[in-house]
């Protein structure tokens, strides 16, 4: 049987390779393939080429396992175990020549449906920034050699992580979200790539994090991370899963942020 430790390994390798071979491209150049749910969600040619890299690796590797890949869908799997993979989480700013973005990978237990899996491993890859985070279950979280820990804001606020939706009519409801936690943020940052957003929570760099309508793919490895560091995740309104929204930092800052978000 493999162990935890194996698969972790395994995505942290194939994380590595994918990720080296997405910053390759973005040296060479951007070549948009597509846009998705509106002209600002936007698939270049290097997601394409970095997920068919991982689903080669894991083929060959795992082939009894299950997959969900943001540009490739879902297959199902024999051993219970399924892979889900962002190729390049960040792609606005992967075309625009920003650093942060990166290859998500988690390995979960159960059915390809996050309220029905457990997380098994999950790795964050951000190749141009050189930083590699990991988590097994009951392993913690880690970024390299150091042990990771979510952070517990201080007197002036939580410095809170967001993000807006590719579609225009939901931005009023994200503004209006925002003013409802700003009473509790010492400031906010919006990162474009909602898995370095999550590692940066368990990691301690943001305090929290919240944003709606995020996909499996995004949140995957980064919940896990988040986890194992000590922090929370939690997801208000559950029964609307296409604008659910996920918030993310220690258990009591997860509680007051899902409050101001309800508006309680």
């Not at 590595?16 to 600002?40: D, Y």
Request: glycine share 12%; aromatic share 6%; hydrophobic share 45%.
């Amino acid at each position: 049987m493999t162990s935890v430790r194996d698969l972790r390994l395994l995505a942290v390798e194939i994380a590595q390779e994918a990720g080296e071979l997405a910053r390759r491209r973005r040296e060479e150049g951007v070549a948009l393939a597509a846009t998705k749910s509106s002209l600002a969600d936007i698939v270049t040619e290097a997601d394409r080429e970095v997920e068919a890299l991982i689903r080669a690796r894991l083929v060959a590797e795992r082939p009894g396992d299950g997959f969900l890949g943001e540009e490739s869908g879902a297959e199902p799997g024999e051993s219970g175990l399924t892979w889900v993979v962002d190729p390049i989480d960040g792609t606005v700013n992967y075309a625009s020549g920003f650093p942060s973005y990166c290859v998500s990978i988690a390995v979960v237990e159960g059915e390809p449906e996050p309220e029905l899996w457990t997380e098994v491993a999950g790795v964050v890859f951000a190749p141009a920034l050189g930083e590699l985070f990991t988590a097994e279950r009951g392993g913690g979280s880690w970024l390299g050699e150091k042990r990771l820990q979510v952070s517990t804001p201080g007197a002036a606020g939580a410095l809170l992580g967001t993000g807006f939706g590719y579609d225009p009519a939901t931005h009023d409801g994200d503004l209006a979200t925002v003013r409802r936690v700003m009473p509790v943020a010492r400031d906010l940052r919006r990162i474009g790539a909602a898995a370095l957003d999550l590692a940066y929570v368990a990691a301690g760099r943001l305090d929290g994090f919240f944003e709606r309508g995020l996909k499996p793919w995004d949140v995957a490895a980064g919940s896990m991370l988040v986890r194992e560091a000590g922090g929370a995740i939690a997801h208000p309104d559950p029964a609307d899963v296409t604008r659910r929204m996920t918030v993310a930092g220690s258990p009591a800052l997860v509680a007051e942020l899902v409050g101001r978000i309800r508006g309680d």
